[in-house]
C-alpha cells in the first residue's frame, strides 16, 4: 500500500509566476484534502473533493487558487500571481468517507515566493 | 466553529520517561472522533492515535495512550518509555460536522526528548 505522494516537494517561484501541485492519494480513497501549513502553525483546511467533485472551499482559498480533481484519482492545486504570503507547505491528504474517517497525509510541498 | 488548543508550545524530556501533552477543544457534537498526529522535522504528517468520543475506553496505541474527558472536552496523548524519535511537533485535530471531515488542528506542541 503505497502513501500519499506529492510533487514536487520543493518549488521557488518568482512572484508573479504560476505554479501547479499534483497529489496522488492512496488509490482506495475517495476523499482528497488540501491543507495550508505556515511555520510554527498547525495545517489548515483550503479544498477538498469526494471523488471528482469539489465539495467545500475554505475562504482562505481565494480566486487565484484553483484546485481539480478530473477523474477522481490525483488531485491538482495550481496558484496564479504568486504572492510572497502564499509562501507555506502545501500538504495533501486522502482517506475513505464514512464513520471513523482517517486522513492519511502526504508529504507536502513547499512553496517559497521571492 | 470548532477550535482545538494546544496551551503547550514546547515541552522537553528525558529518554525513558513520560510525557504528556494537552489539547482542549470546543464542539457542540456528541459524536466524533479525534487524532493527534506527529510531525517530525522536516518529515510528513503521521498518525499517532485516534479516538472515539462515544467510546468510554481510552486509545493506546503501543505506548501513546490518550487520557480522553468528554465532559472536559479534554483528550491529552500520553507518551510513555519516551525515545529520541518521539522529537516532532504533536498537533491534536477535530473534524468538521457535517459531511465533511475537514480537521481542524491546534498550534501544536513541539517535542524534544534528550538523552
Known amino acids: 500500500d503505497t502513501g500519499v505522494s506529492q510533487d514536487p516537494r520543493h518549488k521557488i517561484t518568482k512572484r508573479g509566476q504560476n505554479v501547479t501541485f499534483r497529489c496522488d492519494p492512496i488509490?482506495?480513497?475517495?476523499?482528497l484534502y488540501w491543507y495550508r501549513q505556515t511555520l510554527g502553525q498547525g495545517p489548515e483546511f483550503l479544498t477538498y473533493?469526494?471523488?471528482?467533485?469539489?465539495?467545500?472551499k475554505s475562504r482562505l482559498l481565494s480566486d487565484r487558487f484553483s484546485a481539480e480533481r478530473p477523474k477522481g484519482s490525483f488531485s491538482t492545486l495550481e496558484i496564479q500571481r504568486t504572492e510572497q504570503g502564499d509562501s507555506a507547505m502545501y500538504l495533501c491528504?486522502?482517506?475513505?468517507?464514512?464513520?471513523?474517517?482517517?486522513?492519511?497525509f502526504g508529504p507536502g510541498t513547499r512553496l517559497l515566493v521571492l | 466553529a470548532q477550535t482545538v488548543t494546544q496551551s503547550q508550545p514546547e515541552m522537553s524530556v528525558q529518554e525513558a520517561e513520560t510525557v504528556t501533552l494537552s489539547c482542549t477543544y470546543d464542539t457542540s457534537e456528541s459524536n466524533y472522533y479525534l487524532f493527534w498526529y506527529k510531525q517530525p522535522p522536516s518529515r510528513q504528517m503521521i498518525l499517532v492515535i485516534r479516538q472515539e468520543a462515544y467510546k468510554q475506553q481510552n486509545a493506546t496505541e503501543n505506548r501513546f495512550s490518550v487520557n480522553f474527558q468528554k465532559a472536559a472536552k479534554s483528550f491529552s496523548l500520553k507518551i510513555s518509555d519516551s525515545q529520541l524519535g518521539d522529537t516532532a511537533m504533536y498537533f491534536c485535530a477535530f473534524p468538521g460536522t457535517g459531511t465533511a471531515s475537514k480537521l481542524t488542528f491546534g498550534t501544536g506542541t513541539r517535542l524534544q526528548v534528550t538523552l
Open positions: 473533493f469526494q471523488n471528482e467533485a469539489q465539495l467545500e
Open positions: 488509490s482506495e480513497h475517495n476523499r
Open positions: 491528504a486522502s482517506s475513505r468517507s464514512g464513520a471513523g474517517e482517517t486522513q492519511y
